[in-house]
């Protein structure tokens, strides 16, 4: 197991390496490596004489990805989230230029926000969809608001490209995004990205409430706590959080 995880950190190595890095004669790691090498777990390249990790330990690590739904992984970090906040916490992912709602648990408080599974919506006016957009690159950002445009729902809707990338830009670097009542009014959310195995974004996590249970000074204590929520379903999806992440 060391020597395979050693592998699947770094790609390959020589037999003299990998015996050196885990503590091994490298008589004994060999024996290891070619019993696996029998049952497709790893793999030898005569040309360079490095080991690299084989077809059988891919299709192990994919049957974890099939068993760690996406939105199985994060309805208990949802639920805690909720119960931690006092606010109603979504699971949305990015399709087609929009924000997908996947999923909600339900905050206790009479007025609340509510979004049932496959609700869709604009992403520069959402919390998660503003999330998911800080990931990527601007011209694929671009190329959403060439598709979808940015239409006008509130006062404080950002309806330049302008103000959205400044938004955006504020968003990447804290690790959060805000929705300051700019899809309903009276309502606000905060939101945080959900990484796969290659650092990428592919769903994000958010609470959202009335602006009365939301002041501006409670935000910026929010902000972090749907930040780790965000981190701890990426750990249960398997994914990886980027360095410039902090948490």
């Known amino acids: 197991m060391t020597l395979l995880s050693l592998l699947g950190k770094d790609g390959k190595g020589t037999l003299s390496d990998l015996g050196l890095r885990a503590g091994m004669p490298p008589s004994t790691a060999y024996r290891l490596l070619t019993t696996m090498q029998a049952h497709g777990m790893v793999a030898f390249d005569e040309t360079t004489q490095e080991w690299m990790v084989g077809i059988e330990a891919f299709r192990l690590g994919s049957a974890f990805i099939h068993r760690t739904n996406l939105a199985e992984a994060g309805r208990e970090v949802m639920r805690r989230l909720m119960q931690e906040t ?42 998660i969809g503003k999330a998911l957009l800080s990931e990527m690159t ?44 700019e899809r309903y009014g009276g309502m606000r959310c905060v939101a945080s990205p959900i990484y796969n195995t290659y650092g990428e974004a592919v769903a994000g996590i958010s609470v959202s409430g009335p602006t009365v249970r939301f002041p501006d000074l409670s935000v910026p204590e929010l902000g972090p706590k749907v930040r780790l929520a965000a981190a701890e379903v990426t750990r249960r999806i398997g994914g990886v959080v980027p360095e410039r992440v902090s948490l």
């Open 86 to 127: 006092g606010e109603t916490s979504n699971l949305a992912i990015a399709d087609d230029g929009d924000v997908v709602f996947i999923s909600q648990v339900e905050s206790q408080n009479p007025i609340r926000a509510f979004f049932s599974a496959g609700t869709r919506g604009h992403m520069h006016a959402s919390g």
């Open 138 to 181: 601007r011209e694929e950002v671009e190329g959403i608001l060439q598709k979808k445009g940015l239409p006008e729902f509130t006062p404080k809707t950002l309806t330049t490209p302008a103000a959205l990338f400044k938004d955006l830009e504020q968003s990447r670097l804290r690790g959060w995004a805000y929705d300051d009542e």
